[in-house]
């Protein structure tokens, strides 16, 4: 189930929040763990009956090891529970990936499976992983199943994150049948939802139709549009997936939980160092927790910490796709970040010029853009194809496959009244238009978080939200999955 799509919006959350509220009010509070255990379970089980099955086992087989940890905090134990969870993972996202570069390197014939990859099972997985981690260091308490079960499947942020630790959640699942129902924190929910639905309904489809038509013709775009393909997807990934997460943090913000922020303005980064403290931040703060720390961290000198730096970016770009482009994409992520830790050490701390950081912003943008390339191709050799056409394609206008995408059916109407359509160049204008606005948003405005947090449920406000959800409600026909899914 998606969350923009007509049944999670008029079927599925209303039902979840009535009778949530309803069984909370009473002080039924094991009971409205179960009604939202009930619910994430149909949220996950929507999308695919196989799907519950997996993530059922996985939740009953840590839970087994959580409560052999809890007994004894045998080094054993936890690694047969890692190992596990890890090996499931290696058979689902990368056991096709191994075998056919098998085949490749020692002209074998082994058959792959066509093996169909359960949504989530990254975030999941690794939550579970911080999950028993933490009980053998003793950092959990004793939880029941119930409990346990909404910690690893709680809908909002089940598919696509954020990546949620014991200390920030099960609190707060423990607090429920004890709170008190907030308007202001609904209406704020409700706000930071709207404003994660336009980004992902508004912006980041309308880009992904620009996108897909790029990389599905790659031999014949021209310069220009090979940098703006680039481009496009780089605020589609953006808006995407910060969208997900301002609505998955809206959802929870309407039922009382608070999940934790995931992005913060990153395309604002003066390097790639602040790049990786403001997206994805607790995939970050994972890999800096379990991997990083337990590695040596900074503590067995210089050396080994930029050793350790560079193994944690080759693990997130495999854990984000089976692919030698991902791993391209996080090397190449993890040797800007050694160069820039490198070059912090040695240079001394001073105030930045406005130019300067400025140009620093463009720098790590471009960097960014460049990488995501790998990130978005299907395959190495369609990545480099795409940057030869970059540098062969001369130039020249987009064609209508790319700027089309920009003529929305609403703000085309609006050209049409204005006359303006019969200007020349004018199939154009939506599009010139939209992507600096588009621009102007990820460098200059607050981010939804932001936002939210001063959002005051006044009269006028009020309004402006109800037109833009409804806007998006009216736009769902063209509804598409979020693109970490795939991940």
């Given at each position: 189930?998606?969350?923009?799509?007509?049944?999670?919006?008029?079927?599925?959350?209303?039902?979840?929040?009535?009778?949530?509220?309803?069984?909370?009010?009473?002080?039924?509070?094991?009971?409205?763990?179960?009604?939202?255990?009930?619910?994430?379970?149909?949220?996950?089980?929507?999308?695919?009956?196989?799907?519950?099955?997996?993530?059922?086992?996985?939740?009953?087989?840590?839970?087994?090891?959580?409560?052999?940890?809890?007994?004894?905090?045998?080094?054993?134990?936890?690694?047969?529970?890692?190992?596990?969870?890890?090996?499931?993972?290696?058979?689902?996202?990368?056991?096709d990936f191994f075998v056919e570069n098998i085949n490749?390197?020692?002209?074998?014939?082994?058959?792959?499976?066509?093996?169909?990859?359960?949504?989530?099972?990254?975030?999941?997985?690794?939550?579970?992983?911080?999950?028993?981690?933490?009980?053998?260091?003793?950092?959990?308490?004793?939880?029941?199943?119930?409990?346990?079960?909404?910690?690893?499947?709680?809908?909002?942020?089940?598919?696509?994150?954020?990546?949620?630790?014991?200390?920030?959640?099960?609190?707060?699942?423990?607090?429920?049948?004890?709170?008190?129902?907030?308007?202001?924190?609904?209406?704020?929910?409700?706000?930071?939802?709207?404003?994660?639905?336009?980004?992902?309904?508004?912006?980041?489809?309308?880009?992904?139709?620009?996108?897909?038509?790029?990389?599905?013709?790659?031999?014949?775009?021209?310069?220009?549009?090979?940098?703006?393909?680039?481009?496009?997807?780089?605020?589609?990934?953006?808006?995407?997936?910060?969208?997900?997460?301002?609505?998955?943090?809206?959802?929870?913000?309407?039922?009382?939980?608070?999940?934790?922020?995931?992005?913060?303005?990153?395309?604002?980064?003066?390097?790639?160092?602040?790049?990786?403290?403001?997206?994805?931040?607790?995939?970050?703060?994972?890999?800096?927790?379990?991997?990083?720390?337990?590695?040596?961290?900074?503590?067995?000198?210089?050396?080994?910490?930029?050793?350790?730096?560079?193994?944690?970016?080759?693990?997130s770009g495999v854990w984000h796709g089976a692919g030698?482009?991902?791993?391209?994409?996080?090397?190449?992520?993890?040797?800007?970040?050694?160069?820039?830790?490198?070059?912090?050490?040695?240079?001394?701390?001073?105030?930045?010029?406005?130019?300067?950081?400025?140009?620093?912003?463009?720098?790590?943008?471009?960097?960014?853009?460049?990488?995501?390339?790998?990130?978005?191709?299907?395959?190495?050799?369609?990545?480099?194809?795409?940057?030869?056409?970059?540098?062969?394609?001369?130039?020249?206008?987009?064609?209508?496959?790319?700027?089309?995408?920009?003529?929305?059916?609403?703000?085309?109407?609006?050209?049409?009244?204005?006359?303006?359509?019969?200007?020349?160049?004018?199939?154009?204008?939506?599009?010139?238009?939209?992507?600096?606005?588009?621009?102007?948003?990820?460098?200059?405005?607050?981010?939804?978080?932001?936002?939210?947090?001063?959002?005051?449920?006044k009269f006028f406000n009020a309004a402006a939200t109800?037109?833009?959800?409804?806007?998006?409600?009216?736009?769902?026909?063209?509804?598409?999955?979020?693109?970490?899914?795939?991940?």
């Amino acid at each position: 189930m998606l969350f923009n799509s007509y049944i999670f919006i008029f079927l599925f959350f209303p039902l979840c929040l009535a009778g949530f509220y309803l069984l909370e009010r009473r002080g039924k509070a094991k009971a409205a763990k179960v009604w939202l255990t009930g619910f994430s379970l149909w949220f996950y089980g929507y999308f695919n009956l196989y799907y519950l099955g997996i993530m059922a086992g996985s939740i009953l087989f840590n839970f087994l090891i959580f409560k052999l940890l809890l007994r004894r905090k045998r080094r054993g134990v936890l690694a047969v529970g890692v190992g596990v969870n890890l090996a499931v993972l290696f058979y689902f996202k990368y056991f096709d990936f191994f075998v056919e570069n098998i085949n490749a390197l020692f002209s074998a014939g082994f058959l792959t499976r066509n093996i169909l990859l359960p949504l989530g099972i990254s975030f999941f997985t690794f939550q579970q992983i911080g999950f028993l981690v933490d009980a053998y260091r003793g950092e959990t308490e004793e939880c029941s199943l119930v409990e346990y079960a909404l910690f690893v499947s709680f809908f909002p942020q089940l598919i696509a994150g954020p990546i949620v630790n014991f200390q920030e959640m099960m609190p707060q699942f423990r607090s429920i049948g004890q709170r008190k129902f907030s308007r202001e924190r609904f209406a704020k929910g409700l706000y930071l939802f709207t404003l994660g639905m336009a980004k992902k309904v508004l912006l980041a489809d309308t880009f992904g139709i620009a996108v897909d038509y790029g990389y599905g013709n790659i031999a014949v775009l021209n310069g220009v549009e090979a940098v703006l393909v680039m481009l496009f997807y780089t605020l589609q990934l953006y808006f995407d997936f910060s969208g997900y997460c301002d609505m998955a943090r809206g959802l929870g913000r309407m039922l009382g939980i608070e999940i934790p922020v995931n992005f913060n303005s990153p395309y604002q980064s003066a390097n790639i160092i602040d790049f990786w403290k403001r997206w994805h931040i607790t995939l970050n703060r994972f890999l800096m927790r379990y991997v990083y720390i337990p590695l040596g961290g900074n503590r067995k000198g210089k050396n080994r910490m930029l050793l350790n730096l560079m193994l944690v970016f080759f693990i997130s770009g495999v854990w984000h796709g089976a692919g030698w482009n991902f791993v391209v994409w996080g090397v190449m992520h993890g040797a800007v970040y050694v160069l820039t830790r490198i070059w912090q050490m040695q240079k001394k701390e001073r105030p930045a010029a406005v130019w300067s950081r400025v140009l620093a912003v463009l720098a790590t943008f471009l960097f960014v853009n460049i990488a995501w390339v790998f990130f978005r191709a299907p395959d190495f050799s369609q990545a480099l194809a795409l940057f030869g056409q970059m540098g062969k394609g001369g130039f020249g206008w987009p064609s209508a496959g790319i700027y089309e995408a920009f003529n929305l059916e609403e703000f085309w109407y609006v050209l049409k009244v204005l006359r303006l359509t019969d200007l020349p160049y004018s199939e154009m204008y939506l599009c010139a238009a939209f992507v600096p606005a588009s621009l102007g948003i990820v460098f200059f405005h607050k981010n939804a978080g932001e936002m939210a947090e001063r959002f005051c449920p006044k009269f006028f406000n009020a309004a402006a939200t109800a037109v833009l959800f409804l806007w998006c409600v009216l736009s769902l026909s063209g509804v598409s999955t979020f693109l970490y899914f795939n991940f």
